[in-house]
């Protein structure tokens, strides 16, 4: 009995220092990790412009069809990643993924290419869409002034970056927030269209798979899946903190499951909508498919719509920033990137230096408001590494058949989803070979820093020691300390 108590208050004390110590808390419970997936899935693109898959499908019917089979598709995807994140228990992301299954140079070129220029690219288009939702109902019918489109945008990253400094349990709620906005905007959307498709206003879904012969070709349908997954992405936002997730085997795959159906279920009727009140061609003509449709459902409260969408991306930002640098934290702890970027602040446990990196890199790129380019790059170097992401597993699965896996996916849905990826690259080079080919080259410029600088480290000492001194008084002034509790 004595040696039973003094085990209980062994734990006890170790509990304690755990709890006390300087670490990344398991706070992420399953509403907040559904709203993470949901608030950066659906950003402004539903809203904006459902163009792309409509243009390249040609037809209404075609077009509802690519829809569901994109978010099937990227189900396939949230799936893959579901088995990793319960079998390697790290947080990171695509990088860990890469670096457990394939080896450190992938796992280093996709760390090197996520904060070279996807993530602050990706940052720079959404937040550049919030400033202008925001802006431009206060100028209408006139356009707002360039410059005070990028200044909001820069508030609004601001305000996120300040978020995700202050408090982990503040960036879960306010992605809660922000989660249920869209979901209520989603909703003004549905429940109207919905209700006119249910009184017989269904004339221009007559017809809707005719195919014009003169417009519609094979090679243009791939183009329209592009677009639509492109909408879907950012179910994998929920694997970048795998270590905050309370009870990670359950609420990781049961998070996926149920924001991605949601997703798919509100992308296609929100598209069922759009066809009950607008013909495709007025679909097309439209600059802003969600303000059309409102003018015409509630013609009193049209202008609101621009403020749900700035909200959207607001929600979409806050889950970037959330995530992102958690890869970038991981790296760091990894060897892959300065030992700064793997502190974590005092008092707030936070990631600090890891958010704060990507805050400068986004500004500029707002500030240049030229970022269109760079978003093609964005989606080209995703696929590829989603694509050798999920050929890692398949690679895992055949080199470590007995490797525990509390949550496992059949073998042809990996496949399936690995093969279309890797057919999403190879159109992107097939169609836009002089973008792809500088994402490929910008990529590539990771591996002789990876040689040079990780592996086999040719920094001058002198040039080290200046680089230590820089990053202690850094750590000083940022108050930010090494992890000091193993989480994973």
Known sequence: ??????????????????????????????????????????GSGIFIAPKGVLLNSCNVGLSLLVWALC?????????????????????????????????????????????????????????LAFGRYVVEPLYMPCPAPPALVKLVSILGVTFVVAVNCWSVSLASRTQVTLTFIKIFALALIIVPGIMALAQGQTENFQNAF?????????????????????????????????????????NIPLAIILSMVTVTMCYVLVNVAYYTMMTGAELLMSEA????????????????????????????????????????????????????????????????????????????????????????????????FIALVTLGLLVHRYRFPDYPRPFKVPFALIVTFTVVCFCIVG??????????GSSCALTLSGVPVYYLAIKSSFIPAQWRKAFNYCSLQLQILLEVVQQEVLTY
């Open 427 to 436: 159109m992107s080079l097939y169609s836009d070979p002089w973008n792809t």
């Open 1 to 42: 009995m004595g040696g039973s108590l003094q085990e209980t208050v062994a734990k006890r004390v170790e509990d304690k220092g755990k709890d006390e110590g300087v670490h990344l808390r398991q706070r992420i419970t399953l509403l907040p990790a559904v709203s993470f997936i949901i608030g950066t899935v659906v």
């Open 71 to 127: 978010g099937v598709l990227s189900t396939f995807g949230a799936l893959c990643y579901a088995e990793l994140g319960t079998s390697f228990k790290k947080s990171g992301g695509h990088y860990t993924y890469l670096l457990e299954t394939l080896g450190p140079l992938p796992a280093f070129l996709r760390l090197w290419a996520e904060f070279i220029f996807i993530r602050p690219a990706v940052a720079s288009y959404v937040s």
């Open 289 to 384: 498919v969600a303000v059309t449709f409102a003018s015409r459902a509630f013609q009193g409260v049209a202008s609101g719509v621009p403020i749900l969408v700035s909200l959207s991306c607001l929600g979409t930002l806050n889950g970037g920033f959330f995530g992102a640098p958690r890869m970038l934290f991981v790296g760091a702890r990894e060897g892959h990137w300065p030992a700064l970027f793997s502190m974590i602040h005092l008092r707030r446990k936070t990631p600090l230096p890891a958010v704060l990196l990507l805050y400068p890199l986004v500004l500029v790129m707002v500030a240049r408001g030229e970022i269109f380019q760079l978003i093609n790059f964005a989606s080209f170097s995703r696929w590829f």
């Open 210 to 250: 005719d195919i014009d012969t003169e417009s519609f070709t094979l090679t243009k349908l791939p183009l329209a899946f592009y677009s639509g997954l492109y909408a879907y992405g950012g179910w994998f936002t929920l694997n970048y903190v795998t270590e905050e997730v309370v009870n990670p085997n359950r």
